[in-house]
């Protein structure tokens, strides 16, 4: 309510002051534990890692070891930031990343609790930051065409393509592969991130050639990764900073199903 | 001082390549699985080399810093690529791409380098198209073009305002076939901290595993650096947080020269800085210039009553706006290119005219455009006399169709509405034309150590079009490396894996442990970003937008204190054995300091303006850029000597046989 006071007057959110609770862990092998953080002087215009840079420089100074969170862009876009922010994936903000958030979405005096994203299949590396390799290998597994790199190939518009399955299938590739569907969903699943990938190629002609290989080393790899199975609540369709479709979900399973009766 | 061999092969331009192609020498597919390569950095570059080089039969080791190739900072890049397809019949050419490039550069690029840039484009998209990256299409199913600056053709491609992260995906996934198949082993988390050279030859880097801190020895018969630009020794840039010079620096020092650091990308329309928290800045996309009128107030009482709170912008009437691109350059207009826009807006925030709490910020104004398509719209409606509200209503669902994204972000990150009231902007930098110097084949001055995408310097000249970037980083690693880095190779063939075991990679590897041990040692005053913000403000004030002598040699004094305040001064937390954010950091400022000296020396060497590089010094009447083509038509090239402020100077000239040296005009 606090902000929109602000808001209706149209005036800055200067000097918060927050308790912050963030999960430390020195390493992969280690024990974790959530620690307390006062800070002060935060500004509505602040981003959230830009409040977390403020903390980190106090602990430097102070000489203690700063928290680690990865993070690269700070636009939106490479898919490094990974915080469940007061239970939610990138926060409480809709359509963004953590970098993408801004401090003005929260009230002077608010306790904000920061971990990183849960799975088994993420273990965590350090304090905020957690191993995501197993996305890298689902993609391996098929997530490509296989066409070699060295430009012999036919003229761009001699197979021209459907412009809806075109956007469509741009909408699925927009992914930024930041986990935050896995992180919502209860049972830690990888459908969402999975099945955009198979999307995109699925609704191009240049990726049906392989689709039926391609949907079952795709799954067969994420059900190794031990990613749960599909909750089919919706909760990773609605956390996702990019919109990725639950359509991509449904098509999914079409491919899947008629790669194993074809198989 | 020696005159660099850009090894431009003979005969007439459109020639050459081909002409290069069969004369060079090949690798039997037998020898290549023979042959190791590291690629260092796995953006448009680095990725797109990998996965061809894996192609051909060569084993590829691949490092980036990130977590995962497909995180690297071509992912951000929004407008699209070029190409030469004249799809659109608009007469396009290999020829006219080549013009555009070196006239935009100001003509201090390689014409042999640039025409074959052109010469490959249109494969690129060919390439990108087969492996399944989805390219923006027509309702009749083919490809669609955008325009941008600088040019009178549509040859630019696109993806929404994700372009670069379509393409990259698309390097990625060829990546990851390759991983798949075993010819690439990839290293994520890992950062080249040296270079290694055998016999003066380059054959292997050492790396720090950044989970572990390990240090780690790779080698291999040719080392590619693809590891961008280095832009972040601005501090603030639109660059990603970890962006560094650490892996084209080290190889500076080992023997690379650095050719022309000073050109720099400051790039007109980016949100301005909103305080000293800031820890990046977010380009608004170059699209945007189509429809945005830029203006600041025409009187100084306006500007105080704006930055107070007690007028908006929409308070004020037509004529007490001052739309000065479109007053000082009445033929482009909006439209004029990156340097020049940028500026502009500088020079009237310098006389008191920015419109936000700093001062740094000037408006870019959709309402014109809102009315103008909202009575376009009306009309196809046909609604002869559509009201106000229709007309902005309508008008602002086609500005939401065509930067919608873009509209999106600027108000998360603002919090102010762009379809109400103008965005505020202000020029930030962007990218870097400067880097490693390399030949025709891409080769630095050290042999076997290869530089393609941003960090090599080759293609931009002294400014560089929006759209080419992307154009540049696929053709160096789909279609140019892996055929100029084979006639290297033909020589290793019976050379055997290269022993890691030798006195040079242990010479290298306590270079390197000896280096960390003195950060971790310093006596601790201040933190790492302390002192990367110092070193900003002085870039951004003495090295930016405008240099001058004077500023620029007190520069080179600032950055020498600065460096040895680091080293004795800064302050590493953790240890060097874990993963640890603040020695990562502190090992690229320090290589920043040096570079930041580098930087100042060439800008001030430099007595002309050219394209992003503008000397206050040299300048025409009305202000504009002032070349000085007897003097200065070369490449600088660097050496390393032990000193930055006493790197030896090396030009390669630059010849113009198929295009006129002209002065550029935009009045």
């Known amino acids: ?263 | 001082m020696s005159v660099l061999d850009s090894k431009i092969p003979e005969g007439p331009l459109a020639d050459k390549w081909t002409k290069h192609k069969n004369d060079i020498n090949l690798v039997n597919p037998a020898n290549k699985r023979n042959i190791d390569i590291i690629m260092v950095g796995t953006g448009l570059a680095g990725g797109s080399a990998a996965a061809t080089l894996a192609e051909l039969g060569y084993n590829v080791k691949t490092f980036c810093y990130q977590d995962s190739p497909r995180r690297a900072h071509s992912i951000a890049a929004q407008g699209g690529i070029n190409a030469a397809k004249n799809y659109q019949g608009d007469g396009d050419s290999n020829y006219r791409l080549f013009y555009d490039t070196v006239k935009g550069g100001d003509y201090r690029s390689r014409e042999g380098n640039v025409y074959r840039l052109a010469e490959v484009s249109g494969n690129i998209i060919d390439q990108c198209v087969a492996q399944g990256v989805p390219f923006a299409r027509e309702y009749g199913g083919l490809l669609d073009n955008r325009s941008f600056g600088g040019v009178l053709v549509s040859r630019t491609f696109y993806a929404k305002g994700q372009t670069g992260q379509q393409l990259l995906l698309g390097a990625y996934s060829a990546m990851n076939r390759q991983i798949n198949r075993g010819k690439i082993q990839s290293f994520n988390r890992h950062e080249m901290m040296d270079l290694v050279l055998v016999d003066g030859k380059a054959r292997g880097i050492i790396a720090r595993d950044m989970v572990t801190g390990e240090i780690e020895r790779h080698s291999a018969h040719a080392v590619v650096l693809a590891s961008g630009g280095y832009g972040n020794v601005f501090f603030l840039s639109t660059n990603a947080m970890g962006s560094n010079v650490m892996a084209a620096w080290r190889a500076h020092r080992r023997g690379a020269y650095f050719a022309n650091p000073c050109y720099t990308q400051i790039h007109p329309t980016c949100i301005p800085v909103s305080g000293d928290h800031q820890s990046k800045l977010t380009l608004m996309s170059e699209s945007l210039r189509n429809d945005g009128r830029i203006w600041v107030p025409k009187n100084k009482e306006d500007v105080l009553a704006i930055r107070e709170g007690k007028k908006k912008p929409t308070d004020l009437s037509e004529d007490e706006r001052d739309y000065y691109l479109e007053r000082r350059y009445p033929a482009f207009g909006n439209l004029v290119p990156r340097d020049v826009a940028s500026r502009a807006a500088k020079e009237r925030c310098d006389a008191g005219f920015g419109v936000n709490k700093t001062g740094e910020a000037v408006y870019l104004d959709f309402k014109s455009a809102i009315e103008r398509y909202g009575k376009e719209a009306a009309f196809k409606h046909g609604h002869k006399n559509p009201s106000d509200e229709e007309v902005t209503k309508l008008g602002k669902e086609i500005i939401e169709s065509k930067y919608g994204n873009l509209f999106q972000m600027y108000q998360k990150i603002v919090d102010q509405n762009p379809y109400e009231t103008p965005m505020m902007i202000y020029p930030a930098v962007h990218y870097t034309m400067g880097g490693l110097w390399v030949d025709y084949n891409l080769q630095t001055t050290i042999p076997g150590c290869y530089a393609t995408g941003e960090a090599n310097f080759s293609d931009h000249g002294a400014n560089r079009l929006g759209a080419s970037a992307l154009m540049q980083g696929l053709a160096d690693g789909y279609f140019v490396l892996p055929y100029t880095i084979g006639d290297y190779l033909s020589k290793d063939i019976r050379t055997g894996k290269i022993p890691t075991d030798s006195t040079e990679f242990d010479a290298a590897e306590k270079d390197v442990k000896d280096r960390i041990d003195r950060l971790m040692k310093a006596s601790g005053k201040h933190s790492v970003d302390h002192y990367h913000k110092l070193l900003g403000k002085i870039m951004w004030n003495k090295c930016g937008m405008a240099r001058n002598a004077t500023d620029l040699q007190s520069a080179l004094d600032e950055i020498k204190a600065l460096r040895e305040d680091f080293w004795a001064n800064v302050k590493v937390t953790g240890k060097e054995d874990t993963k640890n954010a603040e020695l990562e950091k502190a090992g690229r400022v320090a290589d920043f300091l040096e570079l930041g000296e580098l930087f100042a020396k060439d800008a001030l060497h430099r007595n002309e303006s050219c394209g992003g590089h503008f000397r206050e010094e040299y300048q025409t009447e009305e202000g504009e850029a002032l070349r000085d083509d007897e003097h200065f038509k070369y490449v600088a090239a660097w050496e390393y000597t032990g000193n930055p402020r006493d790197a030896k100077l090396h030009k390669e000239d630059l010849t113009f046989n198929n295009i006129e040296l002209k002065t550029r005009s935009y009045k």
Request: hydrophobic share 35%; proline share 3%; with cysteine.
């Open chain 1, 1 to 263: 309510m606090g902000n929109l006071i602000f808001k209706f007057f149209n005036l800055q959110i200067r000097d918060m002051k927050l308790t912050l609770k963030i999960w430390r862990q020195d390493n992969a092998t280690t024990k974790g534990k959530m620690v307390d953080y006062p800070i002060d002087g935060i500004e509505g215009d602040m981003s959230f890692l830009e409040m977390l840079d403020v903390l980190n420089e106090e602990l430097v100074v102070k000489g203690e070891e700063p928290v680690e969170f990865d993070h690269d862009c700070r636009e939106g876009i490479c898919g490094s930031c990974s915080l469940q922010i007061n239970g939610e994936p990138h926060g409480p903000d809709r359509l963004v990343t953590t970098c993408q958030l801004h401090m003005r979405s929260f009230n002077d005096g608010d306790t904000i609790t920061i971990e990183p994203f849960r799975a088994n299949a993420f273990p965590v590396v350090k304090d905020l930051i957690i191993d995501r390799s197993s996305f890298d290998r689902i993609q391996q597994a098929g997530g490509y065409v296989s066409v070699n790199t060295s430009g012999n190939t036919i003229d761009a518009n001699a197979t021209p393509v459907n412009k809806e399955d075109a956007d469509d299938s741009f909408n699925a590739a927009t992914c930024i592969g930041c986990g935050a569907c896995v992180a919502a969903c209860k049972n830690a699943s990888a459908m969402l991130f999975t099945s955009a990938k198979v999307s995109q190629y699925a609704l191009l002609p240049q990726g049906k050639i392989e689709a039926t290989e391609r949907v079952q080393a795709m799954v067969r790899q994420m059900d190794e990764e031990g990613f749960g199975n599909c909750s089919n609540t919706g909760a990773c369709e609605l956390e996702c900073p990019k919109g990725i479709s639950l359509e991509n979900i449904a098509r999914m399973n079409r491919e899947y199903m008629s790669a194993t009766t074809e198989g």
